[in-house]
């Protein structure tokens, strides 16, 4: 059984469109998130980690913020075009 399903006997209460619509609002966000996180991962360890290491060198470390900071950005100009935020 998935979560958008009830049990075949009927004894859950049915779910309403509100609910059913934070749950999948929840689920998209969660992995917008994730693949967010996965991109900038990918991207910005690309750029900026030379040498992999046991720890990051001090540019290491700012390429990496810098990077990171730049995704971010760009993501919320993007979602603002489409969703008309301000």
Request: hydrophobic share 30%.
């Amino acid at each position: 059984m998935d979560s958008f399903s009830s049990p075949s006997d009927g004894s859950a209460s049915k779910i309403s469109s509100e609910d059913l619509m934070d749950q999948l609002k929840r689920q998209l966000a969660q992995a917008y998130a994730e693949e967010f996180l996965e991109t900038v991962r990918g991207k910005c360890f690309e750029k900026c980690i030379t040498k992999p290491g046991s720890s990051l060198s001090g540019s290491e470390g700012s390429c990496i913020s810098r990077c990171v900071d730049r995704y971010i950005e760009a993501t919320t100009i993007v979602g603002r075009a489409l969703f008309g935020e301000r």
